[in-house]
């Protein structure tokens, strides 16, 4: 069974930075696609970005409102998927979602994990 | 970006009555590979979103046979033959054709 948990949500201040990580089980994960995926509190669903599996050369690409600010990363011999956030603004206050990708979209989701930024 | 417009936002439905949502993307969403990424998503309350549909028309393991999906080009469904209680929630599509992805704004389905 697919299992993916993220962690590292919290609160921090505008500016500031925070890692979440998502452990993935359940399925080969070096040879996935991942995806973060966010929804702002009573909001609908937001892409963050995506990174490919390294032998389809591991790239990554990011929604433009993120793009600069947030890095995704993975660590195929951990089995953990990486988002690096930083210049943090309250517009990022979301719940984050890790997700694998086949067919053009998200198929497994975790349970999320909380991000505030607020002073 | 493809900007994905969903009607109607709201669906309160009888149980036991059809359903349908229906989603229209600002481009075509045929890849260049002849695919159709166009997907879509349930959210229950509380709940995260779980796929239901994938390239159009093909249903995730496990989804009931009362979902299906159709459309192509800009336009696309989804309907619910008989709705279910354990149907309320929020129903997204996606497009995953052009990069950025991008989400619909959601159609709540609530019982009547």
């Known amino acids: 069974e697919v299992q993916l948990v993220e962690s590292g949500g919290a609160l921090v201040k505008p500016g500031g930075s925070l890692r979440l990580s998502c452990a993935a089980s359940g399925f080969t994960f070096s040879n996935a696609w991942m995806s973060w995926v966010r929804q702002a509190p009573g909001k609908g669903l937001e892409w963050v970005g995506l990174?490919?599996?390294?032998?389809?050369?591991?790239?990554?690409g990011y929604a433009a409102l993120v793009r600069g600010r947030f890095t995704i990363s993975r660590d195929d011999s951990k089995n953990t998927l990486y988002l690096e956030m930083s210049s943090l603004r309250t517009e990022d206050t979301a719940v984050y979602f890790c997700?694998?990708?086949?067919?053009?979209?998200?198929?497994?989701w975790g349970q999320g994990t909380l991000v505030t930024v607020s002073s | 970006d493809v900007v994905m417009t969903q009607s109607p936002l709201s669906l309160p439905v009888t149980l036991g009555q059809p359903a349908s949502i229906s989603c229209r993307s600002s481009?075509?969403?045929?890849?260049?590979?002849?695919?159709?990424?166009l997907t879509w998503l349930q959210q229950r309350p509380g709940q995260s979103p779980r796929r239901l549909i994938y390239k159009v028309s093909n249903c995730d393991s496990g989804v009931p046979d009362r979902f299906s999906g159709s459309g192509s080009g800009t336009d696309f469904t989804l309907k619910i033959s008989r709705v279910e209680a354990e149907d309320v929630g929020v129903y997204y599509c996606?497009?995953?054709?052009?990069?950025?992805?991008?989400f619909g704004q959601g159609t709540k389905l609530e019982i009547k």
């Open positions: 990174i490919k599996s390294k032998t389809e050369g591991g790239t990554t």
């Open positions: 481009q075509g969403l045929v890849n260049n590979d002849g695919n159709t990424y």
């Open positions: 996606m497009q995953g054709t052009h990069w950025p992805y991008t």
């Open positions: 997700t694998t990708l086949s067919y053009g979209g998200p198929d497994s």
